[in-house]
């Protein structure tokens, strides 16, 4: 019963890369939500996206970050041209609806990135 | 938008001693309030969570309480121990029956300490 995967765990960027973040929800869960936290903060919504197809991505910053969730394999976060103010943790949660509606959201280990 | 106040920002407590932490959220239109715990380095993890159709919660040591009219929401942990030492968030957000459901806005968070 494999929780929600995310990977890498740690990923070192230098200004003007990009980075990919990776997401695997649950078994089951086709809905995934993107978080960002940054030091002694809480966690701020970027996106939610369901299979092939981004339902809010209004949290996200217009300019570099994109999302996407294909048909197979995981939900990736994409961040071009990394500047500092990126490092964060960014963490994935995925739910599923039970009898019509949506209920808890389940966190990832999280991606804690670095940009030097 | 979802707007989410939290206070204290940190809460001491002595051992056995009860501990509340409380939220208030902007948006009427909320009707799903998860209560998340969060250790150092660790990823959120949702210990309660309350439906704007209920006043209150409980499970075992930890009770959630809901005021629609006030449009604020309570963590009562009774009886604390060293365990319970983390930082916890409030959030809210719209459920809809049939629909999806938007992500969450969570408050800046309360780090709460348990002095042995």
């Known amino acids: 019963n494999a929780g929600v995967m995310q990977n890498p765990r740690h990923l070192v960027r230098r200004r003007g890369q990009e980075a990919r973040l990776r997401c695997s929800p649950m078994?089951?869960?086709?809905?995934v939500y993107w978080y960002r936290q940054l030091p002694e903060e809480g966690l701020k919504f970027m996106v939610y996206l369901q299979k092939e197809n981004i339902i809010d991505e209004s949290g996200m910053p217009k300019e570099r970050f994109s999302a996407e969730f294909p048909k197979e394999g995981p939900s990736i976060l994409r961040i071009q041209q990394v500047v500092r103010g990126d490092s964060a943790a960014y963490f994935c949660?995925?739910?599923?609806?039970?009898?019509?509606?949506?209920?808890?959201?389940?966190f990832g280990p999280g991606t804690r990135l670095t940009v030097l | 938008g979802e707007n989410v106040e939290q206070h204290p920002s940190t809460l001491s407590v002595q051992e056995g001693d009860s501990a509340v932490i409380k939220c208030t959220y902007s948006?009427?239109?909320?009707?799903?309030f998860p209560w998340y715990k969060q250790e150092l380095g660790k990823r959120p993890q949702l210990i309660i969570d309350?439906?704007?159709?209920?006043g209150e919660k409980k499970d075992q040591r930890i009770a959630v309480t809901l005021n629609k009219t006030a449009k604020h929401f309570s963590l009562h942990i009774t009886e604390t121990q060293p365990e319970d030492s983390a930082v916890y968030f409030c959030?809210?957000?719209?459920?809809?029956?049939?629909?999806?459901?938007?992500?969450?806005?969570f408050g800046k968070g309360t780090h709460l300490i348990i002095q042995p």
């Open positions: 949660a995925s739910s599923t609806p039970r009898e019509g509606i949506h209920n808890e959201q389940f």
């Open positions: 309350i439906r704007s159709n209920v």
């Open positions: 948006d009427s239109a909320s009707n799903y």
């Open positions: 959030a809210a957000s719209i459920r809809v029956y049939g629909g999806g459901a938007d992500g969450l806005t």
């Open positions: 078994k089951g869960h086709s809905h």
